[in-house]
């Protein structure tokens, strides 16, 4: 269960409140202002703030007053000309701020992105949840062969039950220890910032994590990537649906030129001139390395 039920009396609280403001409002993004959407078997993420819609994207690129005398089909234009150019800076007036709660493995992943703000829940001061990442069996897979950032198959029967027993007798261990370590009960008690360093990698933590619009959709064209782990793809699954819904022409453009587009090397586009004057050609005669022509393959067949 991600939220207690205070918690979700809080967001509920949060969300009946309504105020008079002259700033611009998404109507998609008032939607979704609070709410928890759950991800994983105990994490979740909301929206706790944003700035800016496509019209602030639009304002900035034109330096006007208001929203001008240009008509809406003119500013899906010009964000897909932005898009499409890689013109980033009007797309850093926009910014969202999320409260996620996630495994310390994926944030430890997710932290990799340095261009945002964060500030998450310290296990110096608090106490972490006994709450832990239990991968779901048909997301426990083998190390994949061919790639080794990367899984393969998923396993099976008696080695799934084995592997999914010590994950929850681990982590259950652990926290045991980690509670008797804090345990004042006639001790003094281990300093809780040394005590966590006891706690496994999929533990949850939580954060607040701020990022301009620029920077989330290079987040996202990574981390929603089919090639990306799963678990921290889960959270940009949900970021998606979130971003659409904010600013429906700029993730319009983002997914036709940046998430479901495809990147040309020198050589590949040398290749498809190639093919289409009627010439056969070969990973051995295409100038690219044997990994390289498998990617290509696995593209344009």
């Known amino acids: 269960m991600p939220l207690t039920p205070e918690q979700q009396q809080e967001i509920d609280a949060q969300r009946a409140e309504t105020r008079?403001?002259?700033r611009v409002v998404s109507e998609g993004m008032e939607a979704h202002l609070f709410t928890a959407h759950p991800v994983l078997d105990h994490g979740f993420l909301r929206v706790i703030d944003y700035m800016?819609?496509?019209?602030?994207?639009?304002q900035a690129a034109r330096v006007s007053y208001g929203r001008g005398t240009k008509s809406v089909q003119n500013d899906e234009g010009l964000i897909r000309y932005l898009?499409?150019?890689?013109?980033?800076?009007?797309f850093e007036m926009c910014e969202?701020?999320?409260?996620?709660?996630?495994?310390?493995?994926?944030?430890?992943?997710?932290?990799r992105h340095r261009t945002a703000n964060v500030n998450e829940y310290s296990a110096r001061y608090s106490i972490l949840d006994r709450e832990f990442y239990i991968p779901a069996p048909e997301h426990l897979a083998a190390q994949s062969t061919q790639n080794n950032q990367g899984r393969g198959e998923v396993l099976q029967g008696e080695e799934a039950a084995r592997v999914l027993d010590m994950l929850r007798q681990d982590a259950m261990r652990s926290y045991?220890?980690?509670e008797s370590m804090l345990s004042q009960d006639g001790q003094q008690g281990l300093a809780r910032e040394l005590a966590r360093m006891n706690l496994p990698a999929n533990i949850y933590t939580q954060w607040y994590w701020k990022v301009d619009l620029q920077n989330l959709l290079h987040f996202l064209r990574l981390r929603a990537d089919a090639h990306a782990q799963y678990e921290i793809r889960a959270?940009?699954?949900v970021m998606c649906r979130i971003v659409a819904d904010w600013?429906?022409?700029?993730?319009?453009a983002f997914r036709d030129y940046r998430m479901d587009a495809v990147s040309l090397s020198a050589q590949a586009v040398a290749v498809l001139r190639r093919r289409l004057a009627g010439e056969t050609v070969t990973q051995e005669s295409s100038g690219m390395s044997a990994r390289e022509w498998r990617e290509f393959e696995a593209v344009w067949g």
């Open 83 to 90: 898009m499409r150019h890689w013109h980033s800076t009007p």
């Open 235 to 237: 959270y940009a699954d």
């Open 247 to 252: 600013v429906p022409y700029a993730f319009g």
């Open 176 to 178: 045991d220890h980690y």
């Open 96 to 111: 969202v701020k999320f409260h996620v709660k996630l495994p310390v493995f994926v944030a430890r992943q997710w932290i």
């Open 20 to 22: 008079p403001t002259r």
């Open 52 to 58: 800016g819609d496509d019209a602030a994207i639009v």
